[in-house]
């Protein structure tokens, strides 16, 4: 079973939520909120803890650290689809049998982190396919601690969302401290979206392409609105 990472502070981190892609800022600054928050906005019993770092990136996209066998009884109020593994070492029994007994699709991809190598690109194309996929949601992404290889994961994502590149490193950071790496960051800021698959969604532009039809139908409706006018002072005058 994976070791946890000692951590400066005693209590584990508390519960994140509703992170929104529209306004990065805002969902930051919202991140953190308490149980009780948690029961208002989503009735459900969740008994038993969260795993650490665990916070919710999209709706139905969840992320952490390495799940313990006292997790499970929260995890199962996700009812989860999918689980995506970064890590590549044997399961623990404990997790294997959670996983087989709610028929949860596991990928595992062996990625090592940015301060051992460089990711490579289809390894990160492979995961972006399954976590960008809707289909396979609800879904949770983890690592042994939810800091560095999530957070590449993460970061790339939001690079797909639009997000501008100042909020997604503040994320980024958030989950890594106290050890963010310069290289996790580096790989992040330098990734290129053309590296990825055209069949990956661009899950910000949908937004930004209605509003480029809006602003074509409104430019039309305003020409034809002049158009018009001038046709009948024109009339008028030739009337006259």
Same mark, same amino acid.
């Given at each position: 079973m994976a070791q #946890?990472?000692?951590? +400066? /502070?005693?209590?584990?981190? !508390?519960?994140?939520?509703?992170? #929104?892609? /529209? @306004?990065?800022?805002?969902? !930051? #600054?919202?991140?953190?909120? @308490? +149980?009780?928050?948690i029961a208002v906005e989503r009735p459900v019993c969740l008994s038993g803890t969260p795993p650490v770092n665990f916070a919710t990136v999209l709706p139905g996209l969840y992320r952490s650290g390495y799940p313990q066998a006292s997790d499970y009884p929260f995890m199962q109020t996700l009812n989860l689809k999918t689980i995506v593994t970064l890590v590549g070492k044997d399961l623990p029994d404990s997790f294997q049998q959670f996983i087989n007994r709610n028929h949860i699709k596991h990928e595992v991809f062996d990625m090592a982190g940015t301060k051992k190598a460089e990711i490579p690109v289809k390894t990160m194309q492979s995961i972006i396919a399954v976590v960008s996929n809707r289909k396979n949601y609800p879904l949770l992404i983890h690592c042994n601690h939810g800091k560095h290889r999530t957070g590449c994961v993460v970061g790339v994502l939001r690079k797909t969302s639009e997000w501008d590149l100042a909020s997604i490193i503040r994320e980024y950071t958030r989950f890594a401290e106290p050890k963010a790496r310069e290289t996790d960051v580096k790989y992040i800021t330098d990734f290129k979206l053309s590296d990825l698959p055209s069949a990956v969604p661009r899950q910000g532009r949908a937004p930004q392409m209605l509003r480029t039809f809006y602003g074509m139908v409104m430019l039309a409706s305003f020409t034809l609105s002049v158009w018009m006018y001038s046709s009948t002072r024109l009339l008028m005058i030739t009337v006259a």
């Open positions: #946890r990472e000692e951590e +400066a /502070e005693p209590s584990r981190p !508390l519960h994140v939520v509703g992170v #929104r892609t /529209e @306004s990065p800022e805002v969902a !930051l #600054r919202e991140t953190y909120v @308490s +149980a009780k928050d």
